[in-house]
């Protein structure tokens, strides 16, 4: 987090509300009672718990692969930093679709394969409750590579349905 920046809390629950300000660092309560989860990130590295990239978005996908490269530099974060990552320590997606309109994610060229392998994907089901939870909240998280193993997919089986996304990393 640039020095000087004041925090942001972003508040993910089985609602799925995220609220940023221009700038983030304190507390990321994450809390999906729903699941039995709660688990709260605060800015920072070397420990369990912390994160110090963010990436939040609402994307609106078609039958053509959305990629997320998240080494480059395109990501942005709330306080409009490129958003670059080793590391992710915490993903959530909610598909908005409606039947009929499943969201895949993983796979593609170089995917990011600490997640799903190098070809494997995960479906997300349309509806306001249906979810997609990775947690890995260590000193370090599921490893992103650069240029091998550091692009996330994401595509629809059909329409334009839109996808929240939140990932946090180092």
């Known amino acids: 987090m640039p020095a000087g920046t004041t ?65 480059s530099g395109a990501l942005t974060q709330p306080d409009g930093t490129a958003a670059v990552f080793a590391d992710i320590v915490c993903m959530v997606m909610r598909n908005n679709g409606t039947a009929g309109q499943t969201v895949t994610v993983g796979g593609g060229s170089n995917a ?35 240029s091998t193993a550091d692009i996330l997919t994401v595509v629809a089986a059909s329409g334009t349905p839109t996808l929240d996304i939140v990932l946090l990393g180092h």
Do not use: D
């Not at 688990?39 to 994307?59: K, M, P």
């Open 112 to 146: 990011m394969s600490t997640i799903w392998g190098a070809t494997g994907t995960e479906k997300i089901l349309p509806g306001a409750n249906n979810y997609m939870l990775k947690l890995a909240p260590f000193v370090t998280g599921f490893v992103v590579t650069a």
């Open 7 to 71: 925090p942001v809390v972003s508040n993910i629950t089985p609602q799925f509300t995220k609220s940023f300000g221009t700038t983030f660092g304190t507390a990321v309560p994450i809390n999906l009672a729903a699941l039995g989860v709660n688990v709260s990130f605060v800015s920072g590295t070397g420990a369990i718990n912390t994160y110090q990239t963010c990436y939040a978005a609402t994307l609106t996908l078609s039958t053509s692969p959305t990629s997320l490269n998240l080494t």
